[in-house]
């Protein structure tokens, strides 16, 4: 049993802990503290009175931690001015919407005009003119269509000849045209290639995106927007982006004419209370609370897009440009700025695209994709905007938006009916671009811009994880194809979002026919007298040289882009950045055989993907996992099993029956059968570090850092703010409930009107049990939901509070209260 003289030790210090948890001088604390315990009016005062005597001194200072009706709450964004957003109707029937006006238009069946005007075709009409781009990008296509389907269209007969005579007809004829549709699809990358190496060796490019805009001023009036959307995120992690991007903009002199929202979606209590520490800490720090806000919403519908899409709602209107972040992006001051001044420059752009660099991750598969990024990417985000031009894609982050053509025409509806491509759209920045294209901007990917990066997955499990919930959103764009008024190129791009994903279907069945033609050839023998009678047998044919032309042909479609681009950065001297030559060389090889062992994994897994998803399976939206912690032998195991045991026995087959289709066969069968190690090795920090001390996948932002990127690994490297508590920043609903700073910042951003919401009876015993709860059996023994409805009232929170502060040591010891 303690003593009076211990229950004045631990009161004593209990009391100070409460007092130094506040926003006061160390000096002011302890005056605080003994000032309470003077106030008591027993010798040996209890928790109870003595901060009760402490919260009565606060409210006589002003500074009661739960604010009352007159005091003003801490403003964490702009007033509003609401702005309508609404959706204009895609086609929900699009193949009965072609059939109609193919009979309108040969039988006046159906007569025009009969529906409402679209607004988008009024937009369209008043921005419509003939533009110089689109003369030129109109014949630029059709000469990459014909480069694809002239070497498809050969291909496919090339194939169906140098296969074996004997096999079924059927699997033959499937064989090709599968063959036809795989080399065209590889042959876009390499015509997109050809014509970045060319418009990257000549010296001025009239037609790019930003020509011009070094000499543009942005107008004191022009008002731009820096979107943050967040879901269950690290905040120190976001935070040190947008310090960096903050303190760039700052150093450009154009940081008034910006703000920057963190938009928030989160769910999990813990990171909801996170970020308004990171967000209120950042802004006192840098006196920056009129430029950088926070929002967190309650119902995250619509995912990201309708985060977006809040936002223009409510703030909007007071903008003319919004760029949109992820998470991990970051971006240069000056790119911003030139991306501001280019829109002001050119009226009829809507979006401009900037190429983002992947930066940061050390694990193996990180760092080929970063090297591969850094080498290969300018020259292919130059050969794409050589055929997209103004009809270029936003890749939903890293990118300028012309805030009010989207609130009026890029509103995304819901999808109708059942199943998994109903719904709301999940990959919604292909389709905002068409709308935005469709009322008559122009869409732009700005392949000259740098500083602009974000980060890649760290293992192959969330490369692929990530990839399930593209590949839905992907295949959703197939009801979306022939929509109303999309333009012919992302008619196009739609198709080659859904060929990201069903490529790897089709690339299977290829491998599934070539494996049966190969059965086929082992175990029938050659017919050499058809069924008709004839005096001469009918030699089979065999064409060597066509079989070398498709697998030359294949491969240069595959590997000489990597090819075009080391030329390229060797021609400008460019070499140094990756190490040096023999490096740079070594890197490449090395990617070649680390791409080709994975590339059969993501088949298998693209494809499943694409069979699940049309099964009807559905995906959740989780937060991405942007640390580089390694991935474990248990979950690789229990990840690629099924690919192990499926190469293993394939390739087992094939050996056993025809060896010599196994040979060509072998880089699929191995890498699928060494699934595991692959995801476990390609994973570790250990193994990327290691190569780069071998000088492989070296970048030029490792030899070089920008000033962008050593900002915020500042930032990530300052320690954390001293706290006498010992509640990791990781558990934010127990440090609001119990330090209270953070505690007095959760109740000052809550909305008045959520506070002041009247309580009917019901209500009350659902608040008092919870209540009673919370104190019983402690933060660890409420649920997610439970700590959400603590959070969200302000005034059971702040009785909780106090309550906790009072709690003996024993129940105290859960919520960080208890001394040592």
Request: with cysteine.
């Amino acid at each position: 049993m303690n003593t009076y003289q211990d229950m004045d030790f631990r009161v004593r210090d209990r009391v100070l802990l409460y007092a130094r948890g506040l926003n006061l001088s160390p000096r002011e604390s302890v005056d605080l503290a003994l000032e309470s315990l003077k106030r008591c009016s027993s010798d040996h005062p209890d928790y109870e009175e003595a901060l009760v005597c402490l919260h009565a001194i606060l409210a006589e200072r002003g500074r009661e931690l739960i604010p009352g009706d007159d005091a003003p709450h801490l403003m964490s964004a702009p007033g509003m001015t609401r702005s309508s957003m609404l959706a204009e109707e895609l086609d929900r029937t699009p193949w009965i919407s072609i059939f109609k006006k193919t009979l309108s238009r040969l039988f006046r069946i159906f007569p025009s005009g009969m529906k409402e005007r679209a607004s988008w075709k009024d937009s369209a009409e008043r921005q419509r003119r003939q533009l110089e781009w689109e003369r030129v990008a109109g014949r630029r296509r059709s000469l990459l269509m014909t480069f694809i389907l002239v070497p498809a269209i050969i291909g496919a007969y090339l194939m169906y000849s140098i296969l074996p005579q004997q096999g079924i007809e059927a699997v033959k004829i499937v064989t090709a045209v599968l063959f036809a549709i795989l080399f065209g699809w590889i042959s876009i990358g390499f015509w997109m290639c050809v014509a970045g190496c060319w418009v990257l060796s000549r010296k001025v490019d009239r037609l790019a995106p930003t020509r011009g805009c070094d000499e543009a001023t942005i107008p004191d009036t022009c008002r731009t927007a820096i979107l943050f959307p967040v879901y269950n995120e690290d905040p120190h992690r976001y935070m040190a982006g947008i310090a960096a991007t903050w303190h760039s903009l700052v150093r450009t002199g154009e940081s008034d004419k910006f703000d920057i929202f963190i938009l928030s979606d989160s769910t999990s209590p813990d990171a909801w209370v996170a970020e308004e520490e990171a967000w209120y800490e950042f802004c006192r720090n840098e006196q920056c609370f009129n430029h950088i806000f926070y929002r967190r919403r309650r119902n995250n519908t619509k995912r990201k897009s309708g985060n977006v899409a809040d936002f223009c709602r409510r703030w909007g209107a007071q903008y003319k440009y919004m760029i949109v972040f992820d998470a991990d992006s970051v971006m240069s001051g000056r790119t911003m700025v030139r991306m501001v001044k280019s829109m002001e420059l050119h009226p009829e752009m809507g979006m401009i695209q900037t190429p983002p660099l992947a930066v940061n991750m050390n694990s193996l598969i990180a760092r080929v994709q970063q090297f591969a990024n850094h080498l290969y990417g300018p020259v292919f985000a130059t050969g794409l905007h050589f055929w997209l031009l103004g009809d270029a894609q936003y890749w939903g982050h890293n990118a300028i938006i012309r805030v009010d053509p989207f609130i009026r025409h890029c509103q995304l509806p819901t999808l109708p009916g059942r199943g998994p491509l109903a719904g709301d759209i999940l990959s919604h920045d292909f389709v905002e671009s068409a709308l935005m294209r469709r009322a008559g901007y122009g869409v732009w990917l700005a392949y000259d811009l740098d500083g602009s990066w974000e980060e890649t997955p760290p293992s192959l499990i969330d490369e692929l994880i990530r990839d399930r919930r593209w590949c839905q959103g992907n295949l959703q764009h197939s009801r979306l194809i022939f929509s109303g008024g999309i333009f012919p190129t992302h008619r196009a791009l739609f198709i080659n979002g859904i060929m990201s994903y069903a490529s790897a279907l089709l690339w299977f069945f290829f491998l599934v026919f070539s494996s049966i033609q190969a059965v086929t050839e082992a175990f029938i023998p050659p017919s050499y007298f058809p069924s008709n009678p004839t005096l001469f047998p009918i030699w089979p044919t065999w064409y060597p040289k066509w079989a070398l032309l498709l697998l030359g042909s294949t491969c240069i479609m595959l590997f000489m882009p990597k090819i075009f681009a080391i030329i390229l950065t060797l021609r400008k001297g460019g070499a140094k950045n990756f190490g040096g030559k023999l490096p740079m060389c070594l890197s490449v090889l090395a990617e070649v055989v680390i791409s080709t062992l994975l590339a059969p994994v993501r088949m298998l897994f693209h494809s499943f993907f694409v069979v699940t998803t049309l099964l009807g399976w559905k995906v959740s939206w989780n937060t991405q996992n942007r640390s580089d912690m390694g991935t474990t032998w248990g979950d690789a195991i229990r990840f690629h099993w099924w690919g192990t045991l499926i190469g293993i026995i394939w390739g087992g087959l094939m050996w056993l029956i025809n060896p010599g289709f196994f040979w060509w066969f072998s880089p699929i069968a191995v890498g699928l059968a060494l699934s595991i190690p692959l995801s476990v090795f390609t994973s570790r920090v250990s193994w990327g570090m290691a190569a780069r001390r071998m000088g492989l996948f070296i970048t030029s932002s490792e030899l070089k850092e920008e000033p962008e990127q050593a900002d915020m690994h500042k930032e990530l490297a300052r320690p954390d703010r001293y706290s006498p508590f010992t509640i990791a920043p990781s558990r934010g609903f127990t440090r609001a409930v119990v330090i209270p700073r953070v505690h007095a910042l959760h109740i000052a951003l809550i909305r008045r009107r959520t506070w002041e919401r009247p309580i009917g009876e019901t209500r009350e015993k659902m608040r008092r049990a919870l209540l009673a709860k919370a104190l019983e059996k402690g933060p660890f023994g409420l649920s997610k939901q439970e700590k959400s409805a603590l959070l969200m009232d302000p005034r059971l929170l702040h009785e909780l509070h106090k309550k906790v502060w009072q709690l003996n040591p024993e129940k105290g010891h859960d919520w960080g209260v208890a001394q040592n």
